[in-house]
């Protein structure tokens, strides 16, 4: 029996033989070519049958994962059009070049440039860089599909999978991934999780040929893959997979219901999300509204800031697709480990207490107008809320009402329509919670960014992995702090939800509804579970 560990992108269980999936390979080498307009018409006619692939795999995704999976094939297909790569490519190949090697040499460049990006999210897009470019390198080269040879359905053990590999799959021949490389923000795991297919990435384990067709089991609970299993293990884990199946087929039998405790008390589950595409998953999941839009990272991974028109486009989108449910979106919640170069943000000691969020908005108040702007002009298309991050005084919520009341102004003088948008604050330093009474009443809602205020309240940095062990998020400071703040708002009719990561935690769903909670707002994956938790109160 041979045990390795790997992150889980999902908690689930699966049991069955392993498969070694390798990669097709063929030896890429740079040969000269005389004919370079009959090289970049290859190119482009290589181009052309990589955009019509991925358009296939796009409708193969709606149908089996939904749109907001679906939407990586979308977004590949416009990478493939980018202007800049195309001309690298095609400048390349005017130098002589076969196409196979100039479109593996600039997939290579964008990739590593995605790679050494601060933004996790975006380091983990050089992995999309290089599945597009490798489509068209085996486009070129005449290499077809790899396909899971085996009557079974198995455990797939790669080195790594390009979310085209991942949905590509006969999906009834797979059980679950293991890979050795891969984030569990890259595609692929967000793929493996809509399709509930228990997985691990960046596992400790080899591709050995030796470990295809043996026995195995992916424990996503305890993060590890268990390599041919004595047998009581395998019982045991055969038993816990079993009651994992169905207490998840049980959970969505809560979908439409109420989040009603059995005396009565409604509580609202909201998720959060971070862009347009993390919408199909809210209503498939049957989230009752949006309750934290982290706008911030319409703000990453780009050269300047989003514009006006842009950041419209994005609110509207997410309130016409929530049709008519509450969308809270936060304001641009930048600098700590967030981080955008063309904010010009000197480095800093202490990067979590240092120049972010409402600061530099309420320092630099032209970004903030422009995006207080696009969310009013978004307004008129359904329920927007408005919530201001890392709030510490009062003075702060009388200048930014000060600034909203002015952009309010301007939009009614050209006519432009708006909604009614509540204004809410985070609270997320102890210093707001301490003086949440005197805040309540400048505010229609809180909402607790439990993650920050674990960090300021115990003085634990949350990037830092040496500090897990002694990071107690149940801490009684952190409790007290929660029960003031609510107490606090509903003396004053605000109502108070919860954002950060704790509320998903259902060993302390009965704590914080005894305590008053409004909303608790968590990723879409936990919706029905939280649901059930409050069901049985
Ligand atoms: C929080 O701090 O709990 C929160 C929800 O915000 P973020 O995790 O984006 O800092
Ligand atoms: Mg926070």
Known sequence: MVKCTGKSVLKGIAVGRLYVYRKKEFTLVKTHVDDVEGELKRFDLAVNEAERQLETLYQEALESVGEAEAKIFEVHGMMLEDEGYLEDIKDIIKNNCNAEYAVKEVGDNYSQMFAAMDNEYMRARSVDILDISNKVINILAGVGDDSIKSDEPVILLADDLTPSETISMDKDKVLAFVTIHGSANSHTAILARSLNLPSLVGTDVALLDEYHGQMAIVDGFQEELIINPLDDVLKELTERREA??????????????????????????????????????????????????????LYLGRDSAPTEEEQFESYKAVLEKMNGKKVIIRTLDIGADKKADYLGLDPEENPALGYRAIRICLNQPDIFRTQLRAIYRASAYGTAAIMFPMIISVEEIRKIKGIVEEVKRELASEDIPMGDVELGIMIETPAAAVISDELAKEVEFFSIGTNDLTQYTLAIDRQNQKLESICDTHHPAILKLIQMTIENGHKENAWVGICGELASDTSLTKTFVDMGVDELSVSPTYVLGLRKAIREI
Do not use: A, H, M, P
């Open 244 to 297: 994992w199946i169905s207490e998840t087929e049980s959970l969505r039998k809560l979908i439409g219901q109420d989040n009603v405790t059995t005396d009565g008390r409604k509580i609202n589950v909201y998720c959060n999300i971070g862009g347009v595409e993390d919408v199909g998953r809210v209503l498939e999941s049957d989230g009752g509204g949006i309750g934290l839009f982290r706008s911030e990272f």
